[in-house]
């Protein structure tokens, strides 16, 4: 009771109008962004971190929680319209969704995405109002051995498990906790990796890596290897953009079980929503095989309703660990993680003492920005398609201008601008070679926690190691972390031994078909 209390009064903050707007903004903002192949609500986020810091914080991160929602809804409509996807969390929607619209379905298509995206970001918020308060308590017995026991989690889980190739993930983790250690130690005061440039002593701002990386890094990669693609076309939603009684009726049970399956990755830095929406396409796609007239293939409705859900439903719950714990479950909530630090305020169990009015406040802009959003796709999902008529150099002169604005804006710094440069080209081989980008952001916000938990923790055992791994709750995470760990190999092992015989079966195919012409050649002559 006294949580449904507070977001009582965290409602009457957020409707005031001036909330309001900055809901609609950002919404708005998500969606334009996520609409652009590419592009996402991470870039989103990352782009608006520098302008912010001119707004009041509960405004901010209001305007950032409907940016987050809001690009996933974007990306979707992309892979539905284009079979593009705007980021890895929206493959598993392309699936079925693509070939609703080939059947003249997309209307349809993008009304399933949008009550998805509803009804799965809708229960994890309420399920975040409850569990929130009781995860910081959880998190208020967290010592620095428990604090160093997330921060290993988090790292391994992002840059081992969630990526195809565990060197590079670890790669990518092991640059950004580089790039955390430049600067004066706090310990000690000395210098480290500064080269003796008084521009590097306090450290290379977080917001300068994210904008370099995600959007600085995008830009150069289009302009440089992406310049010849071809567009692809729009499929032109017709019809009515709403859901029949029957096609409601099919679409639910999807919904729910996309839901269920998504919630529990919230709390899991498993890389955000990508494993949850291709297991809940997954198991929808092995309930549709055991019925009477299968449909998986021909534009299933159930395979889009399930993934739609289970990511909404992921982000959702992902705004609840991040403001408990503390704990960023993909590069957004990391970057949203930093931006909470910038204004002074760190998640966990002191964030909803020292600052209720934001967290409950906040708590309430998820279910306005959730009934915001349906309301702008439902009807103008079309409109949003339109962005992709702006000529790719201006679109992306745009970004790579206000790119340079923002930083200059923050640090009134030349050197962070030929930083902003530099960082940016290392972001573009990144993305050239394939590396991950989300494990370098989390190990450079989470790589300070980590290392002054390390040190915490050994001073306070007079140098014993061992207190890292003594406590219930830390040998707790280190379980689950070797489980995690565990399937991830096992379901790569399986995956190699299946794509092996697949491989096998085509060869012997070949050799089969081979012999026969052999055979037919010789009884013809």
């Known amino acids: 009771m006294e949580s449904l209390q507070l977001l009582m009064e ?4 957020a409707l005031t109008w001036q909330n309001l707007v900055w809901v609609l903004v950002g919404c708005l903002l998500g969606t334009a962004v996520g609409v652009m192949p590419g592009l996402g609500s991470s870039m989103a ?5 520098p302008v912010t810091f001119s707004l009041e914080p509960t405004a901010a991160f209001i305007m950032f929680a409907g940016v987050y929602f809001g690009g996933l809804f974007g990306d979707s409509t992309m892979g539905i319209l284009m079979n593009t996807p705007g980021q890895a969390s929206a493959i598993a929607s392309t699936f079925e969704g693509h070939k609703m619209a080939l059947r003249g379905k997309a209307a349809q298509a993008l009304a399933t995405a949008a009550i998805g995206a509803f009804v799965g970001g809708f229960i994890a ?17 967290f010592g620095p051995a428990e604090f160093f026991a997330l921060a290993v989690f988090a790292f391994v889980a992002t840059s081992s498990v969630v ?4 060197v590079k993930g670890l790669a990518a983790l092991f640059i950004g906790l580089g790039i955390a250690v430049i600067g004066i130690d706090g310990a000690s005061g000395a210098p480290r990796f500064t080269l003796d ?10 917001v300068t890596v994210t904008v370099a990386v995600l959007a600085l890094g995008e830009v150069i990669y289009v302009a440089c290897l992406e310049r010849h693609m071809q567009d692809k076309a729009i499929i032109k939603p017709k019809g009515r953009p709403w859901l029949s009684r029957a ?8 919904w729910l079980r996309g839901t269920a ?13 990508e494993i949850p929406t291709f297991l809940a396409y997954g198991l929808e796609k092995r309930l549709d095989a055991r019925r009477a007239n299968p449909r998986f293939g021909t534009g299933a409705i159930r395979g889009l309703a399930a993934p739609e859900a289970a990511g909404n439903s992921t982000t959702g719950m992902a705004m609840g660990a991040l403001l408990a714990l503390g704990l960023p479950i993909s590069a957004t909530a990391a970057i949203m993680l930093a931006a909470f630090r910038q204004y002074g305020l760190q998640p966990g169990p002191l964030l909803f003492e020292r600052a209720p009015d934001l967290v409950w406040v906040l708590l309430a802009s998820f279910f306005i920005a959730m009934i915001v959003l349906l309301i702008l796709n439902l009807p103008f999902a079309m409109l949003w398609a339109k962005l992709l008529l702006i000529p790719r150099p201006y679109l992306y002169a745009g970004i790579t201008l206000f790119c340079a604005l923002g930083i200059y804006a923050t640090s009134g710094s030349i050197f962070d601008l030929f930083l902003l440069l530099g960082i940016g080209f290392v972001g573009f081989l990144m993305r050239a070679l394939d590396f991950p980008i989300a494990p370098l952001i989390i190990g450079m916000v989470l790589g300070p926690l980590a290392e002054t938990s390390l040190r915490d923790a050994a001073m306070s055992a007079n140098g014993d ?43 012997a195919g070949v050799e089969s078909g081979a012999e026969s012409g052999v055979e037919s050649g010789a009884e013809a002559r």
């Open 125 to 141: 918020s309420i399920l975040v109002v409850f569990l929130a308060p009781a995860l910081a308590d959880f998190s208020s017995s």
């Open 465 to 507: 190691f061992s207190v890292l791994v003594q406590g219930p709750i830390a040998l707790g995470l280190y379980a689950v972390l070797v489980l995690v760990l565990g399937f991830a190999v096992r379901g790569r092992i399986v995956g190699r031994r299946r794509a092996a015989a697949e491989r096998a079966a085509g060869a």
């Open 261 to 273: 399956i998504g919630l529990p990755f919230g709390v899991v830095p498993a890389g955000g929503s």
């Open 163 to 166: 990526t195809d190739n565990a």
């Open 247 to 254: 096609e409601f009726r099919e679409a639910m049970p999807a």
């Open 10 to 13: 965290g409602f009457a903050g």
């Open 197 to 206: 440039s008084p521009f590097l002593f306090d450290g290379v701002s977080l």
């Open 45 to 49: 986020v990352a782009l608006l971190l």
